[in-house]
């Protein structure tokens, strides 16, 4: 199990969201997106693919990363956390809310191949907007 302070080896953390989960009290939870080791589709990618070909190698990974769920959902409500989503997108991966434990005891496991933090994303301000307010 991680202890604080202590490097992550398996390198599915980042730093910055390490310290961040550091800063946390034990029952506190956060929201992250877990990203599965799903199937490769086994398609190069080197031409453009037809709609046919990108639904079915979604399907593909979609299938794969839904054989890690139970086990997700095993070690989440272990850590008092939830899914946030009933199944993974077509990336292969679920969002989820627990504690900072449960970020780490996902993070050992195979079935997981990263954690990102779930952060907000703002529209970035127009150039005239900028120049607008920096005259104000």
């Known amino acids: 199990m991680y202890k604080k302070n202590e490097p992550r080896k398996n390198g599915k953390i980042s730093s910055e969201f390490a ?11 956060i929201c992250a997106i877990v990203l599965l080791n799903a199937k490769n589709t086994g398609k190069s990618t080197r031409y453009r693919q037809s ?7 979604i399907k593909v990974i979609r299938k794969s990363a839904e054989q ?3 086990y997700i959902d095993g070690v989440i409500e272990r850590f008092g956390g939830q899914r ?6 077509a990336l292969g991966s679920i ?4 504690t900072a434990a449960g970020i780490n005891a996902l993070a050992e496991s195979e079935k997981v ?3 990102l ?3 907000a ?11 607008q307010t920096s005259m104000v």
Do not use: F, M
């Open 68 to 70: 890690a769920l139970d």
């Open 95 to 98: 969002p989820v809310e627990t």
């Open 19 to 29: 310290a961040r989960l550091d800063s946390l009290a034990p029952q506190q939870k």
């Open 51 to 57: 709609r046919a070909e990108r639904q079915a190698a």
């Open 113 to 115: 191949r990263a954690i």
């Open 84 to 89: 946030l989503a009933e199944s993974p997108d």
């Open 117 to 119: 933090e779930d952060q």
């Open 121 to 131: 994303i703002y529209p970035l301000l127009s150039n005239s907007l900028t120049k």
